[in-house]
């Protein structure tokens, strides 16, 4: 996790930017919420931390550096240029600490775990392609991390990552906003996802953010839910934890934007209940 210190909107890249507005952010305010969420991972993860540079106004969204798996991690090659200033920090981070570090070719753009969801029950990563992760990244992540990768394609512009729309839970089970993706995208999500492991939330959740919520097991941080979307939930036996993000949802991120996780290698997971 990167601390908000020079967090603000001085650009517009995603419609959450443009509507809230240059300078909007105030920043002792995201400070605050983002400790609030620090200490609520710390309660049962570790976390590293990167330091913030300076010009690099969105670099506390670390789920965008890139996407790790085991020592490997694929770095991000940010499609909009206000970003690409975050790319040297963030390899630099990873290769002073051993990690092994493959990088795409300049011309195919792909944003990190924004856009690339492990699904540990299926054995398979879910890439979200359309709008900031080309389509061509699919077959980088294929090679380099020799796991099935399966694309969706992204239709709603405030959707623009894959896990703004797209949570696979501990149990297997997927929180999702069906409107963005596309047909093909829909299908697959329903081959792979019986009907009673699919979590569909309405469009309040989703602006709300309710998709980019930390899954830490047992537990979830979220900015807010609607009843419905906790009694589901909660019938999994997830506690629903609420932490304020307001500050960062106008910048077009939330919690889980704000945190990358490092997973295990494929072959060290197990999955749990099947679905
Ligand atoms: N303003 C940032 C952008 O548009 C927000 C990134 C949110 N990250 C995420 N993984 N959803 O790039």
Redesign the pocket.
């Given at each position: 996790m990167c601390p908000p210190t020079h967090f603000d909107i001085d650009y517009k890249?995603?419609p959450?930017?443009a509507q809230a507005g240059r300078g909007s952010v105030d920043r002792a305010r995201a400070q605050r919420q983002w400790a609030s969420l620090v200490a609520q991972v710390q309660r049962s993860r570790h976390v590293d931390f990167l330091e913030a540079v300076a010009g690099a106004p969105?670099m506390c969204?670390t789920?965008?550096a890139g996407f790790v798996r085991g020592r490997d991690v694929v770095r991000s090659n940010f499609k909009?240029t206000q970003?690409r200033v975050e790319e040297m920090p963030f390899a630099d981070w990873f290769c002073s600490r051993s990690f092994t570090c493959h990088a795409l070719p300049r011309q195919v753009n792909f944003?990190g775990?924004?856009d690339a969801v492990l699904d540990i029950q299926r054995q398979r990563l879910w890439m979200g392609h359309g709008m900031?992760s080309d389509i061509e990244a699919a077959s980088w992540l294929h090679h380099l991390l020799d796991v099935e990768v399966v694309p969706l394609r992204l239709v709603d512009a405030r959707f623009?990552?894959l896990?703004?729309c797209f949570c696979i839970l501990s149990d297997g089970r997927l929180v999702y906003f069906p409107p963005a993706f596309d047909e093909h995208g829909i299908a697959a999500i329903e081959a792979a996802f019986a009907i009673d492991s699919r979590i569909a939330i309405g469009a309040t959740d989703a602006r709300n953010y309710a998709c980019?919520m930390i899954d830490l097991g047992d537990r979830v941080l979220l900015a807010s839910a609607s009843p419905s979307l906790q009694e589901a939930l909660a019938a999994g036996d997830i506690d629903v934890v609420f932490v304020e993000m307001d500050e960062f949802i106008k910048?077009?991120?939330s919690a889980?934007?704000l945190t990358l996780p490092f997973i295990p290698p494929l072959s060290l997971l197990k999955p749990s209940a099947s679905t």
């Open positions: 890249i995603d959450w930017m969105d969204f789920a965008n909009c970003r944003e775990a924004g900031r623009y990552h896990d703004t980019n910048a077009g991120g889980r934007s």
